[in-house]
């Protein structure tokens, strides 16, 4: 059992910020890469930033020089910092991690938060 709980979404005017944050809980082991993933409408959804248990990052090209993704490993949160914010960012935000658990250590799967809305508009 294991459950991510997104945060910081909300509503900012273009060239704004916003600070997204994920915090998983369960019966957690081991969390491996963590990542954003955003899906605006009409769209599939995209690979935003992800990170490794070791601190390395990829980002997608539209947003790099612009977000930052970072993680605490001491409270299983990862964080999107959101710079210089464009309407096209404007999207459901989705956390995901890739976790072994207590129950099932061997192993490891992706797990998904519910999705935070970003909205850039003036």
């Known amino acids: 059992q294991v459950q991510l709980v997104e945060s910081g979404g909300g509503l900012v005017q273009p060239g704004g910020s916003l600070r997204l944050s994920c915090a998983a809980s369960?019966?957690?082991?081991?969390?491996?890469?963590m990542g954003w993933y955003r899906q605006a409408p009409g769209k599939q959804r995209e690979l935003v930033a992800l990170i490794s248990s070791g601190g390395s990052t990829n980002y997608a090209d539209l947003v790099k020089g612009r977000f930052t993704i970072s993680r605490d490993n001491a409270q299983n949160t990862v964080y999107l910092q959101m710079n210089s914010l464009k309407p096209e960012d404007t999207a459901v935000y989705y956390c995901n991690a890739d976790i072994s658990t207590k129950i099932t250590p061997w192993s490891h799967m992706d797990y998904w938060g519910q999705g935070t809305q970003v909205t850039v508009s003036s």
């Open positions: 369960g019966r957690i082991f081991s969390i491996h890469d």
